[in-house]
């Protein structure tokens, strides 16, 4: 067994013993109450969901195990001569919940080289598709393909017990993670590239090796692919894809088929789809605008139209957090640092100082402060990456740290199937009246 996977064996082992604890003692005790509104508009705000990986604030932001981007930017191990953590050691965090040492990261990394070999018959599927397919289609059918190499659904068909789901779930984690890098770039060369496509070098990190197979070999984007793919990793258990993932793997769908499912809900727009929304927009009012760098009262024109149009400014707003989010102060500092005279990163920075302004005068909008999304499209673009429709495979990349650590969890606590209950809205009617029970089994 590894040195990681035994890690987790036990912390799972510790935490699965509390947990039986816990609804022993405490099982029958209310945790909250669902208003009729909740039920109709999304679930916003009823608690129903355990993820272990992080959680997230309204007012702080996300918190990986209780650490905030800033201190995991200062804790986490870095590469060498670099300043911005290693996704290793934040998918470290997240599974083992201690902070990893620098030899703790390098393991991982070691650990996913040896891992990253992609069979070619999953390339052979993806280029059965037209290359006008979606990135994000792209990159769930070479998911899909590397469905064939699943630990978990192999054992499982052979009868493994209920106590080893965790450790082809495990398995199955690391080797996704380890050949995600080598799908997306795959896609990226195909697509925008004439399907010239960079092998791996296995003597780089994950995600300097990633930005290396896309074709970029600037130390400073190697440096926002680490930043990157920290800061998108996870964002607790109610999102579209962390909860897809939860939930499609709750029926014992192996890893592959549960990351795909997440994968297909983080390419809409409401979700993950969004930063190509951010980008397309500000291209839009740039050009509307006939200006690389548009004014503050230029800005806040545009964004008036653009709401009075019904439409709504992408980047803006988010269903949990009450202020900046901290992604985007990350990257933020990230743009000051690297690119400060850049037109469109100092766009991105006049939007901010204009659009709360704007967006807060409107009573219903809780939330006038940019979310993760608003910023990093313009870092892409500083690089020379100017396809933001593959920005979100980007995103996807990252968020299967998460997701996949937290399945992880799921299976060692032995979650069970996750199936809430409905209601009818006849039912709900029947309830006001005093006719029916509507909270029953």
């Not at 036990?10 to 816990?22: N, P, T």
């Not at 690297?338 to 659009?355: A, F, K, R």
């Not at 990252?398 to 009818?424: H, M, N, Q, T, Y």
Request: charged share 25%; hydrophobic share 40%.
């Amino acid at each position: 067994m590894g040195v990681v996977k035994e890690r987790f064996r036990v912390k799972a082992d510790q935490l699965s013993a509390d947990v039986k604890e816990i609804l022993k003692e405490h099982g029958d005790k209310t945790i909250g109450e669902v208003k009729l509104s909740q039920i109709y508009q999304g679930m916003r705000g009823i608690t129903g969901l355990v993820t272990e990986t992080s959680l997230l604030d309204a007012q702080d932001g996300i918190r990986f195990r209780g650490y905030s981007i800033p201190e995991l930017q200062a804790k986490l191990p870095k590469a060498e001569g670099g300043d911005e953590p290693l996704p290793e050691g934040l998918f470290y965090l997240m599974l083992v919940g201690e902070l990893p040492t620098d030899e703790d990261a390098q393991h991982m990394s070691s650990v996913w080289q040896r891992r990253s070999h992609v069979p070619n018959y999953v390339f052979d599927t993806i280029e059965s598709l037209p290359e006008t397919a979606h990135p994000m289609t792209q990159f769930v059918v070479g998911i899909m393909a590397l469905q064939t190499e699943s630990q978990f659904a192999r054992r499982y068909a052979e009868g493994m017990s209920k106590k080893e789901y965790w450790d082809a779930t495990f398995d199955d984690a690391m080797d996704l993670i380890a050949r995600l890098p080598r799908i997306a770039a795959y896609v990226y060369r195909r697509k925008y590239k004439n399907g010239k496509h960079i092998q791996p070098n296995g003597l780089l990190d994950w995600a300097g090796n990633f930005a290396h197979m896309l074709g970029y070999n600037d130390e400073s984007f190697r440096e926002l692919m680490r930043l990157y793919m920290t800061i998108h990793a996870d964002h607790e258990g109610g999102n579209v894809s962390a909860h897809t993932v939860h939930l499609v793997g709750s029926a014992l769908s192996d890893p592959y088929l549960a990351l795909a499912a997440g994968m297909n809900g983080l390419a809409g727009p409401l979700h993950g789809l969004a930063n190509q929304e951010v980008i397309k927009w500000i291209f839009e009012m740039r050009k509307e605008i006939g200006s690389d760098l548009p004014t503050k009262e230029q800005i806040e024109e545009y964004v008036k139209r653009t709401l009075a149009e019904g439409k709504v400014v992408p980047g803006y707003g988010h269903a949990v957090l009450r202020k900046t989010d901290p992604r985007f102060e990350a990257q933020m500092e990230f743009g000051k640092k690297h690119m400060p005279d850049d037109p469109l990163v100092q766009t991105v920075w006049n939007i901010y100082e204009t659009v709360p302004n704007v967006l807060g005068s409107i009573a219903k909008i809780k939330n006038p402060w940019p979310n993760v999304d608003a910023h990093s499209g313009a870092l892409l673009v500083h690089y020379g990456m100017v396809e933001y429709e593959f920005y979100t495979v980007l995103f996807g990349v990252s968020r299967a740290l998460g997701v996949l650590a937290s399945l992880c969890w799921d299976r060692a606590l032995g979650f069970p199937l996750e199936r809430p209950k409905s209601v009818s809205t006849r039912l709900v009617k029947l309830w006001l009246e005093g006719k029916e029970e509507i909270w029953g089994d």
